[in-house]
């Protein structure tokens, strides 16, 4: 059931930019049309872009958002798990509650530097 | 022979109906959803909309490109392979959610307070692996603080003894209990790492049940003004099992979702999601135009985004472990073409 109300209605989460519409949706209680215009602008893309996989493969790269893995593209050397949302933090402007504890426990700037 | 579709009943099973009687049953069901929840019906040109997708005989249909929205799963996994981690990434990765909800199987605040630690620990370790928003989720499930379950005198077994004073003190003592376990479990949480809370299928319990979520959310946004909150809602209307019980001078019992949505932005909730119970007798059509005209109201006062409850038996979403895809993909279609909702 999760598969068909993505393929029938979802944005795409990681796949394009779901799960950053959503993150204003969930923390911001922003609603859709707002949410998407402000990430849309915060990633410097159309608002069309935002549930393209193939136009947010690039943008989730070129600003380090993460992305998924499959079977033949694998990202070893790119930001994954808990370094992209540094990253989603600072590109949208929002704090991020477990960016914000990681970068305490770890004596962070959640910027990623020192302290 | 006049031509038939294949087309679903709320139980999910397939079943053959005329283009007439397809329409005649999405006019009756926003009737009688305009007629229970004194809502207006929906207009010609949804119902036309609404009998295109239920007519067509692919085995698929979507949204139109661009009208995509933001995808909540309550309860994300099945908690039957690998950990709860593999699951929510899973759904993170290969499922296509956008957000995503830690859960135990025994989805009770009541019940999380005992091992809290366990499932704060759980969230610690999910977060530091995923990267799709992630809160936590259980149902303030008043009824459990009720006797034999809980220390409180049972109000179901009082109330048709005609002991209403003392039902309804129970209530209000369980109450006090549900949003002190509640907020508990959401400090943890918090501390843990969660993005937000879901305080899930309020009101199962009556307009009581109801009062203890919204006391609680009010409570954690007070303490953690960051933390996003949603509240989903247990069926389309609050039972007054209680009768007097308001939330800022807001008698809760009675309430749709137009009114729910009020009392739950003015409590601090970031995500509301309304639900409509399925018919399962009835046919996906029928539910789908119910569930369209019961909700629509909401959708014309809500400040903050709008998730219809699409799960299984609600929203239209036939009542079946497996919900099949041709029902399912027409019941989100739907919702989101008809209410414009910010997400399902």
């Not at chain 1, 979802?10 to 959503?22: F, H, N």
């Not at chain 1, 935002?50 to 600003?63: K, Q, S, Y």
């Not at chain 2, 981690?85 to 999380?112: I, N, P």
């Amino acid at each position: 059931m999760a598969c068909t109300h993505a393929l029938a209605s979802g944005i795409g989460g990681m796949r394009a930019a779901g799960d950053l519409v959503g993150r204003m949706q969930m923390t911001q209680g922003m609603r859709l049309s707002d949410a998407k215009t402000y990430v849309a602008g915060r990633l410097g893309c159309a608002v069309a872009d935002l549930a393209d996989p193939i136009a947010m493969h690039d943008v989730r790269r070129d600003l380090g958002l993460g992305r998924i893995t499959v079977q033949d593209l694998t990202y070893p050397t790119h930001a994954g798990a808990m370094a992209p949302k540094f990253r989603i933090a600072d590109v949208l402007g929002v704090p991020i509650n477990s960016v914000t504890r990681f970068a305490e426990d770890a004596g962070l700037t959640t910027t990623g530097g020192r302290a | 022979m006049t031509r038939t579709v294949r087309t679903r009943l709320g139980d999910g099973s397939l079943v053959a109906m005329t283009a007439d009687e397809i329409r005649a049953d999405l006019e009756a069901g926003t009737e009688i959803g305009a007629r229970r929840s004194k809502a207006p019906q929906l207009t010609a040109d949804e119902i036309d909309h609404l009998h295109d997708i239920f007519t067509s005989e692919a085995k698929f249909s979507a949204v139109d490109l661009g009208d995509e929205v933001v995808l909540s799963f309550d309860g994300s996994g099945n908690l039957d392979s690998g950990t709860r981690v593999d699951e929510l990434y899973s759904y993170q990765c290969h499922r296509g959610a956008d957000m995503l909800e830690l859960f135990a199987m025994d989805y009770s605040y009541k019940a999380v307070k005992t091992i809290l630690s366990f499932e704060a620990q759980a969230m610690k370790t999910a977060q530091l692996n995923l990267i799709a928003p992630l809160q936590y989720g259980a149902m303030p499930d008043l009824g459990r603080y009720s006797m034999p379950d809980g220390p409180v005198p049972n109000w179901s077994e009082l109330m048709p003894l005609t002991r209403i004073d003392e039902a309804r003190e129970a209530q209000l003592a369980a109450i006090e209990l549900a949003v002190s376990d509640m907020v508990y479990c959401a400090e943890g949480m918090w501390e843990a790492g969660a993005d937000g809370l879901d305080f899930d299928t309020a009101g199962a319990a009556g307009d009581g049940d109801f009062l203890a979520a919204l006391t609680a959310i009010e409570t954690v946004k007070g303490r953690y003004p960051d933390c996003g909150i949603e509240l989903g809602m247990a069926s389309e209307y609050v039972l007054g099992m209680h009768g007097q019980l308001e939330f800022k001078g807001r008698r809760l019992a009675g309430m749709w979702p137009a009114e729910q949505v009020k009392v739950a932005q003015e409590a601090g909730a970031t995500m509301f999601g309304p639900a409509v119970n399925v018919n399962t007798t009835k046919s996906v059509a029928w539910n789908v135009a119910r569930a369209c005209t019961i909700i629509k109201p909401c959708m014309a006062v809500a400040e903050i985004p709008v998730h219809p409850n699409v799960g299984m038996g609600v929203g239209g979403v036939p009542m079946s472990p497996y919900p099949p895809a041709d029902a399912v993909s027409r019941v989100s279609r739907a919702l989101v073409d008809i209410l414009h909702c910010d997400g399902l």
